[in-house]
C-alpha cells in the first residue's frame, strides 16, 4: 500500500505525462464486455459504503457506446443521489485510474455518484479517435449528463468537475447548458485555446505544442483493454482505431493566428453561455493561471476562484506545497450547489490566493507565503504602481531622459526558462528540470532594467503591464519580457513573464508585419502573479528577442532598439488585507492509498551541450520513464518521454524532435504505441515529420507516417 504523500503526487503526474499510475479494482479476465463492482467499507472518513461499477456502457443517440467507470455510494439504488461526472481521453480502466481513486470514491463515500467516462474513440469506449474539444465530444458529453439524470441512482443533479482536458470540456459542456448540470469545478483549465493553452502564447509557437501533441498521438493509438471489450476481434479493432487517427500536431501548426478553428470551444467568445456555477482552481506553478481571474471577471453566474503554488496537479496532491484538503472543500462547494446544504462556501471571499514570499524553487518541497482574499475580482483595492524603464539600465518611479538602447540577436536566450507548464517526471524535487532557474544566464545576454533595493515589502496581485517604445529591423520579431526579484547576492528569479509576437501587437485574429526601422509603442502582458518582494531585494526587468526553447524562433535574427525614458511598467499593488487572518482555513490534504509496485522509475533530466567553437547548442530533455505494477488488475503500464531540441547562437532555424511510448502488459497481453516527430524551422514554412508505430509484444502491427511543409504566417 502506499504510504507516502510525495508518492501519490509522483504518479498522478504521470498520470497526466506518460500515462504510467496504478490500478485498483480486481478484474475478472476472460469474459467479454463485462460489468465488475465490488462493495467496499466506507474510506477517508466517509459515512457511506462504496460500491464500484467497473465498466458501464452510456449509448448514444448515433449508437456509439462509451465505457464509464461508476462508483455509487451504497444507499444510491434505494435513495438517489446528486451525480458528478469527469469525461476525458485518458482511459479511465487503465492509465488514469491512481488520479480517479484518489477522489471519486471519496466523494462517493460521502453521497456522490461518480461516472468517470472515455470520449468516444479513447480508452475502451466506442467511435473514432477525435482532435481537441470538436463539437462530437460535446454533443456527447450533454447526451452522458441526460443519461445519468435518468439513472435510478441519481437524483436528477449533476456536477462536471475535471484537470486539464476535462476542466476544459467542463466548461464547453457547461456552455451547452444541460439542463441537469447544476454546478461544475474546473482546475488547470483556459477559457481561450488559442492564447492560453499548450500551442500559442502571444502569437508564438511554444514547445509544449509538441510535447503535448506528440503524447496525445500517442495517447490516441493505445488499444481498447479485452478484458472490457472483448477478445474476439481486439486486433482488428485496434487496427481500425489507429487508422482513423489523424495528426493533429500539424493541424495545429496549421492555424496559427486566432481563426474560428481555435475559436471553437472557447467560452471566453461569450461567457454568458455558461448558466451554472463554476469553481475555477489554479495553481502558480502552472501554464493555465491567467483563465481563474479572467473568468471571475466575466462570468455572470455564481463563482469562485483559488490560486496555490501548484503545478498541474489537484490541489489535495498540492506541488509544489502546501497541498489542502482539496476533498472536503470540493465537498463543501458540491453539498451547496447539488445537495442544497449551507456549507457557507459562498458567503467567504470570491477570490483566494497563496501570496509567495518567493517563486518555486527546484528541490524546495513548499513554497513560503500565505493564504490572502479579494472579496471579488476585479478588486477595487488593486492599485498601480508605474515603474520606468531609464536610461543607465534603471527601473525608476519617474521617467528619465530619452535613450536608445540596442540588443544584438542571441538565439540561445531562454536556456533557464524553464517549461510553459512545468511538470517533472512527478514529485516537487523532479521539478527541478522544469521549474525556471535563476535567471542570470540570460539576464547577461538581455536588455536588463533593475531597480533601487526596497526599503519595504511590495506585494502584487495581479497581470503587470509592460508598455515598450522600440524599433525593429526585421518585418517580424518577438519580445520575451521577464519581471524578476533580485537578491542581494546576485541570484535572479523569475516572478513572471510575458511573451509577445510584433505581429500580433494589435491583434491575434490579422496580425500584420513590421516596418524595419519604424517606431512602435506596444504592451506586453504578464503572466497574472501574487507575490511580495521582499526588503532588500530588487525588482528587474529582463527583455530579450528570443526565448529558447520556451518558444520556436523568429525566421530571421532580430536586433532590438528600445527607448528607455518612453517605455513603462504598470505593477498590480496589493496593500495587506487584515481580514486574510481570519480566513476559514483550509483542512490537511487527504490522499487515499494506492495499491501499486515501482517496478523500474527514471527521474527525468535535462541535459544543456554547447559547442562554443560552432555555437550550436543542444538540449536533451527526458521527462522520465517508468513502469508500475498496477496489483489489482496485474496489469503493467509504461510510459517515456523523451525530447531533442537544437539551435545555433547566430542562426534561429531550429529543430524540435520528440517522442513518447506508452503501453501496458498483462498476460500475453502486450500492446505498446511509440509516436514521434520532427519539427524544421526554415525563414518560410515549418517542415513536420510524424510517425505512428504501434506493436503487439514484438510484432509490429502498423506504422503510419506524415510530412507536412507548413508556410509561416507571421509567426
Known sequence: MQDNDDEAASYTRRDLLLGVNAALLALSAGSAMPVFARTTEPSSG??????????????????????ARIWLPGQARSHPVPAILNYCPYFAHLFSRLGDDARFPYYAGHGYACVRVDIRGSGNSQGKPLDEYVQQEQDDGVEIIKWIAAQPWCSGAVGMEGISWSGFNSLQVAARRPRALKAIITHCSTDDRYSDDAHYKGGCIINDMFLWGIDF?????????????????????????????????????SHQRRDEFWKHASVIEDYGQIACPVYAIGGWVDGYKNSVFRLLAGLKVPCKGLLGPWTHVYPHIGIPGPGIGYLDEALRWWDHWLKGIATGIMDEPTLRVWMQDKSATPDEHDVPGRWVAEESWPSRRITERRLFLNGGRRLDSSPSQEERLELEPLQTVGATSGNWCPSGAGTSKDLRIDLPLDQRVDDARSLVFD????????EILGAPLLTLSLAVDKPLAFVAVRLNELRPNGESHRVTYGILNLCHRDSDANPTSLEPGRRYTVQARLDYAAHRFQPGNALRV???????????PSPEPVVLSLFAGSSELLLPVRAPRAQDAQLRPFGPPVVPPVAREIVSSTPGSRVVESDMGSQRQVIRYDVGNGVVLAEAVQTRLIGDIKMRYEIYDNDPAAIIEARVTTGWERDRWRPRIVAASTFTTTKTEFLLVGELS????????LTRTWERKIPRQWV
Open 46 to 67: 466517509g459515512p457511506h459504503e462504496v460500491h464500484e461499477i467497473e465498466n458501464s456502457w452510456i449509448p448514444m443517440p448515433d449508437g456509439v457506446k462509451l465505457a
Open 217 to 253: 498521438l500517442a495517447i490516441q493509438g493505445r488499444p481498447s483493454d479485452p478484458d472490457i471489450t472483448g477478445r474476439e476481434g481486439w486486433r482488428e479493432r485496434w487496427l481500425e482505431r489507429l487508422n482513423a487517427v489523424e495528426f493533429n500536431l500539424g493541424t495545429w501548426l
Open 451 to 458: 531597480s533601487a533595493p526596497l526599503t519595504e515589502p511590495l
Open 542 to 552: 529582463a527583455i530579450s528577442t528570443a526565448y529558447w526553447p520556451m518558444i520556436v
Open 694 to 701: 504501434a506493436f503487439d509484444g514484438d510484432d509490429k502491427v
